[in-house]
């Protein structure tokens, strides 16, 4: 018994060298791929406004983690049916069955690797590929600018229901000066309350809003006629202006750009939000829950349907592989989709096809045990 055991420890991690050889290559040439679509779709207009070498691999860097978070569960899928097509055509799996031992104890290391991966997915999609789009899209904004840094928004227009407050901004930035701002209040009936016209805003923190060489005017009741001439000022404060530049960025940009740590600040932060915005916000969030379980499920559909003697057979399983996997990212999509027009919660959207597909694929492992 004690010698069975030490061969099947061994065994595992010579199944596993097996299958880790082929999922690096996999996820390697993924990569490549990718890179080289980049190049195709964006190096010319980085040639044709001379952007700076440095410049050009930043972008494509930051391109990569978007791209491949959503091939490793197809590069898990690929790196387990060809290890374990390699095997049975050598017989191997029948020498492992024939000893008594377990196919499925014996891939530990395997599952170990796609848990591992699952939660490397999830903090991705949590943290680096929102912060990646975010970066490639400011490297395409500096295209064809001389000036470097980075400008994040041009006439933004922000409106903050808690505070009754309507935000423009000629020039937006999250950290610096923000120019030709306008902040307009407006009293509980829709009536404009007061205006402020200021060149130049800045956050100050704790101090609130820093405006320099603007104008505040205040309206009458109903909001048209301006009760005295605008006051001007060279520089002032308004410490009652609550709203961060935090706030106003991550409010007004793509769900799929923010961090979840975001969205749920948003969440919690915005009473009165409208209900599709709601909807959208935990959709994305429980896609980013369940999503990364498509790497536990390629394993349990590629081991068992690529231990086939016949090849006939191998290519039919192989198929019938890869449809499956695709079908869990359309799946969950669309039942995501569905839980964004109200007609499920988005919880039970993420969690239904997720939870279907691993009890089929792990059914299926079973039966190959």
Not at 60 to 68: D, I
Not at 71 to 98: D, K, Q, W
Not at 248 to 275: F, H, W
Not at 296 to 305: E, S
């Amino acid at each position: 018994m004690e010698k069975q055991s030490r061969f099947s420890a061994r065994l595992s991690i010579y199944l596993w060298l097996r299958f880790f050889v082929p999922l690096a290559c996999c996820l390697i040439s993924f990569a490549l791929l990718f890179l080289i679509t980049d190049c195709f779709d964006v190096l010319q207009d980085f040639l044709d406004h001379d952007a700076p070498f440095s410049m050009m691999m930043e972008f494509f860097y930051h391109m990569q983690p978007q791209r491949l978070v959503t091939v490793i569960p197809m590069a898990f899928l690929l790196a387990s049916m060809y290890t374990f097509a390699g095997l049975s055509r050598h017989n191997e799996v029948v020498a492992i069955c024939a000893s008594g031992i377990s196919l499925v104890r014996t891939c530990v290391y395997i599952w170990l690797t796609a848990i591992a991966a699952g939660f490397g997915m999830k903090y991705a999609l949590d943290n680096v590929v929102p912060n990646s789009i975010e970066m490639a899209e400011r490297i395409e904004d500096q295209l064809g600018s001389h000036d470097l840094k980075v400008v994040e928004s041009k006439v933004l227009a922000y409106r903050s229901k808690e505070t009754s407050r309507d935000w423009i901004f000629g020039t937006f930035s999250l950290e610096g000066e923000k120019r030709d701002v306008v902040v307009t209040q407006f009293r509980p009936d829709k009536t404009i309350n007061w205006e402020i016209r200021a060149d130049v805003a800045l956050y100050t923190g704790g101090s609130g809003w820093l405006f320099e060489k603007g104008q505040v005017s205040y309206y009458d009741a109903q909001g048209e006629l301006l009760i005295k001439a605008p006051e001007s000022f060279e520089s002032r404060r308004f410490s009652e202006l609550s709203e961060k530049p935090e706030g106003i960025r991550n409010s007004l940009s793509p769900v799929q750009m923010l961090r979840t740590d975001d969205i749920y600040t948003i969440l919690e932060n915005s009473k009165g939000m409208a209900e599709f915005t709601v909807l959208n916000c935990y959709t994305t969030i429980y896609y980013r829950w369940f999503f990364p379980f498509g790497c536990i499920i390629a394993v349990l559909f590629g081991i068992p349907l690529s231990i086939n003697t016949g090849r006939g057979g191998m290519f039919a399983n192989l198929g019938v592989a890869v449809i499956t996997v695709l079908s869990f990212y359309g799946v969950l999509q669309g039942f995501l989709v569905a839980a964004q027009k109200g007609l499920l919660s988005p919880f039970l959207a993420g969690l239904i096809p997720t939870l279907a597909y691993l009890c089929v694929g792990g059914f299926i492992m079973y039966k190959k045990r």
